[in-house]
């Protein structure tokens, strides 16, 4: 066994010397219109397996991004826990036969595992399997987490009992008479390329075995994950980026290379773990260690690959506010989630929940422009002026919104330029009614009249699934207070008047008053707020009294009288 991983490692060095370092891509990949390009976020629980297609039937070509682990990976579910290869299924499931390759981003059993399986099934075929060195050293220290420290730890070669199961089923492979169960093993060269079909993959790593010793939770855990190997994937117009279970350092060296790391379509490292506590004081402003990646990858859209009921209980909450900006998918809620590229629209498809998000992306307003993950701007105004800033179904209602015309709103928004506005509907739910029982309108326009006590819920019907945004409640009054009451009590030396009036649809905001003495202008006294006034009757002798109704919309109504 020992004599063919030499053989192995020979022939490594072999193709490595073949390996040319080339230019950074920056520009968009051109591509014909003919395929489409495909990512199946494949549900193997907290692990991560990724099966890339391109084109459809008999003629698409598959490859690989990790393959999840043996079984289910870190469920409560006991239904979940019993399924075995998952990564394995889906294979058998989507009639895949060949892979032109797979990328193992570091080896960890949740990344690896289920490759053991593949291999052993001859019906499948694999060209190349990228990833890092077989003979991959790292620092490590202690097995018991609260004696790990950086000086004990020690280079040390990584030997999992399920990395050497991948090793051994490689090695297999190529003692087969049959040449075309032969595999290559590559480790790529960072800023190298390959492609599958017309798709573009572009490697950041492996980088430098430098990585400092150090970290919370388990050191030699985390210290493994430094080795994951990012890569950048563009068809066309779309791009993604997929990055095994990358930390901080691993992200600090790739912006110091140079690479680009913007993309449409984020993986979220390590199934959207913290990755690191608290006490470890990240850099200011970082609410987790994801933080530096997600900047740099002002993605719209992320991908947490961690399983239904995971017993890591992830996304943690700093993470989910770190992707705050992004319309989330988590394999946890919604299965296996299959993005499609036609080269300049991306497609979401869900095994569970519609296509929907898990977690939408928040609404940003600069005040001039409000914008969400998928519509590059919003624009609902009011009667040609006043900007409407919406809310998603669901959450808190914003304040009321009154007024003392019948309101026009205008409603519009542009998109991102990886997807596209086929039709906006809405629908006005007046108070008391059910929303759920009613059905949307087409339209880009709609008019609320005198009396309406509404809210105006939109939909922008997207290639990426539809987008449903609520307004604040709407109250149009037209009308001035009426019915106007002044009444008049005496209270021992002193009398009372009590003000009243009926206020429309949009109920009282405020009355007010003034007691100008007999002989005086009533332009130098200020009103005070009150619902009533108490007066010495000898003092305010044929004095007279202004009284002010306002209602909630604007529309007021002054009246006077002798006292």
């Not at 394995?88 to 949740?110: A, N, Q, S, W």
């Not at 809210?455 to 106007?484: A, F, H, S």
């Amino acid at each position: 066994m020992k004599e063919g991983i030499k053989k192995i490692t020979a022939c490594l060095l072999i193709i490595l010397m073949t390996i040319t370092l080339t230019p950074i891509y920056k520009a968009t990949h051109k591509v014909s219109a003919a395929q489409n390009f495909k990512i199946h976020f494949i549900d193997v629980g907290c692990a991560d397996g990724a099966l890339l297609q391109y084109g459809e039937g008999s003629n698409a070509k598959y490859a690989m991004i990790d393959t999840g682990a043996e079984k289910y990976n870190g469920t409560k579910d006991k239904t979940y826990a019993k399924k075995k290869d998952p990564a394995y299924e889906y294979l058998k499931k989507m009639g895949v036969k060949h892979l032109e390759f797979v990328i193992l981003t570091h080896p960890h059993r949740d990344h690896i595992g289920g490759l053991v399986k593949i291999l052993k099934d001859k019906t499948i075929t694999i060209n190349t399997i990228y990833g890092n060195s077989l003979e991959m050293t790292y620092l490590r220290s202690n097995d018991n987490v609260k004696e790990q420290t950086s000086e004990t730890a020690k280079w040390t070669k990584f030997d999992s009992n399920t990395y050497q199961k991948v090793k051994d089923e490689i090695e297999k492979r190529n003692s087969e008479e049959d040449e075309s169960l032969h595999v290559k093993y590559v480790i790529p060269k960072a800023g190298s390329k390959i492609y599958l079909g017309q798709a573009q993959i572009t490697f950041y790593g492996p980088l430098e075995n430098n990585y400092k010793y150090g970290r919370q939770v388990d050191l030699n855990v985390r210290q493994e994950n430094k080795y994951s190997i990012v890569t950048r994937i563009v068809y066309g117009k779309n791009s993604f980026l997929m990055t095994g279970d990358a930390q901080r350092e691993t992200i600090e060296k790739i912006i110091k290379k140079g690479y680009n790391l913007q993309a449409q379509v984020l993986k979220e490292p390590h199934h959207g773990y913290q990755d690191v506590k608290e006490k470890d004081k990240l850099i200011a402003g970082r609410t987790s260690d994801h933080k530096l990646l997600i900047d740099h990858t002002k993605a719209n859209i992320a991908v947490i690959s961690n399983g239904y009921k995971n017993t890591g209980e992830v996304p943690m909450k700093n993470v989910l506010t770190d992707l705050s900006k992004m319309d989330i998918y988590e394999t946890g809620n919604r299965g296996t989630i299959v993005i499609t590229s036609d080269g300049s629209h991306l497609y979401v498809r869900t095994e569970k929940g519609g296509n929907k998000p898990s977690v939408n992306g928040k609404i940003i307003s600069s005040g001039k422009s409000i914008s969400m993950p998928v519509l590059q701007s919003i624009d609902i105004v009011s009667n040609k002026k006043t900007k409407i800033l919406p809310a998603y179904p669901g959450t808190k209602d914003a304040k009321s919104i009154y007024t003392n015309k019948n309101v026009t709103i205008k409603i519009n928004a542009s998109a991102r330029s990886f997807t596209k506005i086929n039709s906006v509907q809405y629908k006005i739910v007046k108070k008391g009614q059910s929303s759920a029982k009613l059905p949307y309108r087409y339209g880009k326009s709609v008019t609320l009249k005198n009396g309406t006590i509404a809210k105006v819920y939109v939909k922008y019907n997207t290639m990426l699934g539809e987008k449903k945004l609520k307004l604040p409640q709407i109250v149009v009054d037209t009308k001035v207070p009426t019915k106007l009451r002044l009444k008049k009590k005496k209270s021992g030396k002193k009398k009372k008047v009590t003000f009243s009036a009926n206020y429309g649809t949009s109920g009282k905001k405020k009355t007010a008053y003034k007691l100008v003495p007999k002989g005086k202008s009533a332009k130098k006294y200020k009103w005070k707020t009150a619902n009533g006034v108490r007066y010495d009757a000898k003092k305010y002798r044929k004095a007279r009294l202004y009284v002010r109704f306002i209602d909630k919309a604007g529309n007021s109504k002054t009246t006077k009288m002798s006292i």
